[in-house]
C-alpha cells in the first residue's frame, strides 16, 4: 500500500526531555511537511523540505528541529525549547511543493 | 499568519440537505484547496482550484473561486451522515515560497 505513516499515534513526555516524531511515506514525493494543530483551530506550519537534504522553517519553528536525509522520512524532534509541545501534529508530503498534499494520520503528544 | 477564513465555524443539517461552506483569504493566490478531516484523524485532499478557474466540481462536490472578492465556497449536495467532518480551505499565495496556509475549518454535522 502507498501512504504515509506517522509513529506513534500517541506519545507522552515529561516536560524537559526531547522526543521524535517520525514520518514517512512511499509515494515518492520530494517535498514533506510538518503541522502543528491546536483544539478547535487549523493548522500551523512548523518545517517543510522541497527536496532531500534541504529543509526550510514554517511559521513557527522554534523549539522544534527537523532532518531529510532520506527522501521517505521527515522526522521532526520536538525540543524542550518548546514552551507549549501539547498538540496534535500533522505530518504531509506532496509530489512537488506545487501539488496538493497527502496528510498522515497524526501523532497526539502530549506532555505531562 | 492566518489566510484564509472559513465561514461558518460551524454547521449542523439534516442529512439529504445541500451544505455550503465559503472561505476567504486576504492575498492573491496561486490556487486554494478544500481538505476534510474527521476527528482526531490526518486531513484528506478534496479539490483544488487554479487561480484562473472559476468552478470545478468533483461527485457531490462542486466549488467556486471568485478572485475578485478573494474567496471560494464549497458546495456538498445531497448530504449524508459521513459527511460529518471538519471542511479546511487552504491557499498557495503568490510570491511567496508556494507554502499553504489553512484557515481555522468550518465544523459540519450531518444528522440522520
Redesign the interface.
Known sequence: DGGIT?SPKYLFRKEGQNVTLSCEQNLNHDAMYW?RQDP??????IY?SQIVNDF?K??IAEGYSVSREKKESFPLTVTSAQKNPTA?Y?C?SSLT??N???????T?LTVL | SQQGEEDPQALSIQEGENATMNCSYKTSINNLQWYRQNSGRGLVHLILIRSNEREKHSGRLRVTLDTSKKSSSLLITASRAADTASYFCATSPQGGSEKLVFGKGTKLTVNP
Open positions: 506517522q503541522y478547535g483551530q487549523g493548522l500551523r506550519l517543510y526550510q514554517g511559521d496534535f500533522l504531509a511543493i506545487y496538493e498534499q497527502f496528510f498522515g494520520p497524526g497526539r
